[in-house]
């Protein structure tokens, strides 16, 4: 479905949000420069909308962790405990949003998408309806139904669902790195840096999955758009750590992050 307006998906990384080795560390400082560079681009912006979405950090993936290293898997109180957990987070970035002068809205993943035969199933119909009339809808990787048994869904999924569905032509990837590097930045230190690749190049870059994070690495994050189909959508990789980032991307400068297009 096509919206009547210029809609943009953002993704806040759960390393941008939180310290992502440090228990329940939300990073303050940088939640309220990105609440407040995320106004002024709709100050500037009326007719703009922008749908956030915001990772686990320490406070989903710590989460999981704990239960798969006790339990074994997501049984119905690590589900409890976990989007709670979630919605901690979750209730902070709002505040800090609304603080800057945003109307955003909580959309608990949870409440609109499942699986069923081991498809994602959602209903966006009041996301669509919140987003008409004027609010920031604010969603983040959660835990859901999956048949039988539970499992997490990223926020990353969810930015390429939304995409998909809305026909949105943009997604920012706020994350921790300046964009993307032909290796992993944060294994060789000679990994060079790509200003703007297609997506069909991406099976030529090498990276390593992150041990700690549940749900998988920047590649995976990238690849999963060809999964979905998606076409005339630009991707934007941004280091959310950096003041004054963000809000560049948004105005389309092209001096920050990597452009991929799919
Ligand atoms: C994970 O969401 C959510 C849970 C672990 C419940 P994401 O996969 O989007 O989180 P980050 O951005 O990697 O932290």
Redesign the pocket.
């Known amino acids: 479905m096509k919206l009547s307006y210029a809609c943009r998906v953002i993704k806040l ?3 941008v949000v939180t310290v992502k080795d440090k228990p329940m560390s939300v990073r303050h400082d940088i939640i309220k420069y990105l609440s407040s560079e995320l106004a002024s681009f709709l100050n500037e912006h009326p007719n703009v909308r922008l749908l956030l979405i915001h ?3 320490s406070f ?2 710590f989460s ?1 962790k704990k239960c798969l290293s006790s339990v074994g898997a997501i049984d119905v109180k690590c589900f409890s405990h ?1 989007s709670y957990m ?1 919605m901690l987070l979750n209730t902070y970035l709002v505040n800090e949003l609304i603080e800057a002068g945003l109307t955003p809205v909580s959309i608990p993943p949870h409440t609109i998408f499942w699986k069923e035969g081991g498809k994602l199933k959602y209903e966006l119909g009041l996301l669509k309806e919140y987003l008409a009339k004027g609010f920031t809808p604010v969603l983040y ?3 859901i139904i999956s048949d039988n048994v539970f499992e ?1 869904l ?3 999924t969810i930015a390429w669902v939304l995409a998909k569905e809305l026909d949105v032509n943009e997604i920012v990837f706020v994350t921790d790195v300046d964009g993307l590097f032909d290796k992993d930045p944060k294994v060789h230190s000679d990994a060079k840096f790509i200003e703007t690749l297609r997506a069909e190049e991406l099976k030529d870059l090498k990276f390593s999955t992150s041990d700690y ?3 998988g690495s920047m590649m995976l994050k990238l690849t999963e758009g060809l999964k979905y189909g998606v076409k005339d959508v630009r991707v934007r990789i941004v280091n959310g750590l950096v003041k004054g980032n963000v809000y560049k991307v948004l105005v389309g400068s092209s001096t920050v992050g990597t452009v991929v297009e799919y």
Do not use: F, L, N
Request: no cysteine; charged share 15%; net charge negative.
């Open positions: 990384g759960g390393s990772g686990g950090g989903g993936h999981i976990t979630m990787g959660d835990v997490v990223s926020g990353d994070d549940v749900t």
